[in-house]
Nanobody, 114 residues
Framework: QVQLVESGGGLVQAGGSLRLSCAAS????????ISWYRQAPGKQRDLVAV???????NYVDSVKGRFTISRDNTKNTVYLQMNSLKPEDTAVYLC????????WGQGTQVTVSS
């Protein structure tokens, strides 16, 4: 059974930092590209960052220079370090694993107060 479990969300003031984790089980983790998405209330789900199995990364323009995605294949975990958070970063953050199939986690809430 494949599971992706996000953690690390919470309430933080603008300018603060959070580190999200996405822990995977039931897959050969190193083969999968892992993406972070976010979805604010009433809005579509948007891609935030992606890291390939080989460690290449890409970011949406709005988070470049503030967010860093990384992975530890020994722990089957991907991280999203979020610095200089803004109120517009408030959303549910979800991770997605992509290889021969796609898997989603349930998400973790990030709330940034002004």
């Amino acid at each position: 059974q494949v599971q992706l479990v996000e953690s690390g969300g919470g309430l933080v003031q603008a300018g603060g930092s959070l580190r999200l984790s996405c822990a995977a089980s039931g897959i050969i983790f190193s083969r999968y590209a892992i993406s972070w998405y976010r979805q604010a209330p009433g809005k579509q789900r948007d891609l935030v960052a992606v890291i390939t199995g080989g460690g290449s990364t890409n970011y949406v323009d709005s988070v470049k220079g503030r967010f860093t995605i990384s992975r530890d294949n020994t722990k089957n975990t991907v991280y999203l370090q979020m610095n200089s958070l803004k109120p517009e970063d408030t959303a549910v953050y979800l991770c997605k694993a992509v290889y021969d199939s796609n898997y989603w986690g349930q998400g973790t809430q990030v709330t940034v107060s002004s």
